[in-house]
């Protein structure tokens, strides 16, 4: 009897048509990255959410800039890259537990780091930050803001001095690093964790797939927040 029913089970999912979601993404490896088979970490735990429904999200990667517009026209059903500023059209689904700690980064030197050096240097960063108070406490701390593509330009930057800061997490510091073949371990993270950043796609409640996204979501027991 169990086999005949999760048989059924079966059946009543492969059923249904399939139905392909549009999914933006952006540059940020290894969380997510076109040049990797898998696309990345974020884009494994989505396709894991979405394995047993006829939903299949198609990843599409846009520059983090660029993709702002694209989000400001409301032509998206996912994203990885959050609103600037999320309304109640917008949800937030969890992908993952653990969440991606975010520091300052500079050229390594004998003294500890802390991080609260801020009046006149200049920080790179991505502009993917949703609400990040830390950010704009940054500029009144007296620093200035470079925005960027990706991490690697980040790194580019400080390498060449042109930055003094890159605010980034870690593991997208080591792949950068790797990518320009300069040893991570001669860059210095800081002290002060200043934003602890959920592994996270965002819902548009307003795309025609948003109702069946959602209702699959939440039977899976996904974290959804709204706004």
């Known amino acids: 009897m169990y086999r005949i029913i999760i048989g059924l089970l079966c059946c009543s999912i492969f059923a249904s048509p399939a139905q392909d979601i549009d999914v933006i993404a952006f540059e940020y490896p290894p969380y997510l990255t076109q040049h990797s088979a898998d696309q990345g970490e974020a884009v494994v ?3 894991r959410a979405f394995a047993y429904s006829a939903l299949i999200p198609q990843v599409s ?23 600037q500023k999320p309304t ?8 993952d537990d653990t969440t991606i700690p975010l520091t300052l980064f500079r ?3 004998p003294q500890v780091f802390i991080g609260n050096e801020l009046a006149d240097k200049v920080i790179a960063h991505l502009p993917i930050a949703v609400d990040d108070r830390k950010i704009r406490s940054f500029t009144g701390s007296g620093a200035t803001l470079k925005l960027v593509d990706t991490i690697e330009q980040g790194v580019s930057l400080l390498l ?6 890159i605010y980034s997490d870690q593991e997208a510091i080591n ?7 300069f040893p991570a371990i001669l860059l ?3 002290a002060m964790v200043f934003y602890q950043f959920p592994i996270a796609v965002w819902l548009n409640t307003q795309c025609t797939s948003a109702a069946a996204i959602e209702s699959h979501l939440r039977q899976q027991q996904y974290s959804i927040h709204s706004f």
């Open 45 to 47: 735990l989505l396709r």
């Open 61 to 83: 990667f846009i520059n983090s800039r660029a993709g702002q517009n694209h989000l400001a026209n409301n032509e998206w059903c996912l994203s990885f890259l959050p609103p």
């Open 88 to 95: 109640k059209q917008h949800l937030q689904i969890i992908l």
């Open 107 to 109: 050229l390594a030197e």
């Open 160 to 165: 060449a001095q042109q930055v003094d800061y």
């Open 175 to 181: 792949a950068a690093s790797q990518t320009l073949n």
């Open 188 to 190: 210095q993270d800081s």
